[in-house]
């Protein structure tokens, strides 16, 4: 299967305690993708890659919320100390960015849902 | 803040068209319509987008009215697979705001047999 994977597919922590997500894109995509979906929400934008380079972060939740994409790859988002808030769906995506900037279909993974307890 | 309006829910029988609307009347000139929808436990998935041409893939279509303002997917012979929640959204194409897609609460559309 060459889409986007995601893991952990479900995380359960307690409040207090950090969290990291990974993110596998599409292989050949430049531009990786950071929502979040709470219950009954349409997901929300966090943040985007182009390559290694964040180029929209002002979208993410709080300090406590970061995202890395060291080479260009996979991504990693971490939530420090977690809140019963934080409890949701995260969901990663990627996209084909091309030098015309036409339509780049953003497709979507399976997400990891979070339970802070 | 979400720019589309659509209705918060919609039945269809098996093996008839399902026709989804979406208001977007606060439209710009270059923004572009796109549809995804969202199966139960899944990410969300693209269907089809388009400016102000009526557009047909292998999915659905798209009508989008003359004045831009508003749209209807159309799945022509829905099937219970296509039980799902579907979101209209408007984004520009060519700059930074354009890759934040800003979902809704979209349509959630019950296929029934």
């Known amino acids: 299967d060459t889409g986007v994977s995601q893991d952990p597919r479900h995380k359960i922590t307690k409040r207090g305690q950090n969290v990291t997500f990974r993110c596998d894109p599409i292989s050949e995509h430049n531009r990786l993708y950071w929502y979040r979906q709470t219950l009954g929400q349409g997901p929300e934008f966090l943040t985007y890659?182009?390559?290694?380079?964040?180029?929209?972060k002002s979208r993410l939740l709080s300090d406590r919320f970061s995202a890395e994409r060291p080479k260009g790859s996979f991504s990693t988002l971490e939530i420090q100390r977690t809140e019963q808030g934080d409890s949701a769906m995260y969901l990663c995506?990627?996209?084909?960015?091309?030098?015309?900037?036409?339509?780049?279909?953003?497709?979507f993974g399976p997400g990891t849902r979070l339970t802070v307890l | 803040d979400a720019k589309t309006t659509q209705p918060t829910s919609m039945d269809c029988a098996e093996g008839r068209a399902a026709n989804l609307p979406c208001n977007h009347s606060?439209?710009?000139?270059?923004?572009?319509v796109y549809w995804y929808r969202q199966i139960h436990s899944q990410g969300p998935q693209y269907i089809i987008h388009g400016l102000k041409n009526n557009e047909t893939n292998e999915m659905a279509s798209l009508i989008i009215t003359e004045d831009r303002k508003s749209s209807t997917l159309i799945l022509p012979h829905a099937t219970l697979r296509d039980t799902a929640v579907y979101y209209c959204i408007v984004r520009v194409m060519n700059n930074n705001a354009g890759n934040m897609l800003t979902f809704g609460g979209g349509t959630r559309l019950m296929v029934k047999p």
């Open positions: 890659f182009q390559n290694e380079a964040q180029l929209e």
């Open positions: 606060t439209i710009s000139g270059n923004e572009y």
């Open positions: 995506a990627s996209s084909l960015a091309s030098l015309s900037g036409t339509h780049n279909e953003q497709f």
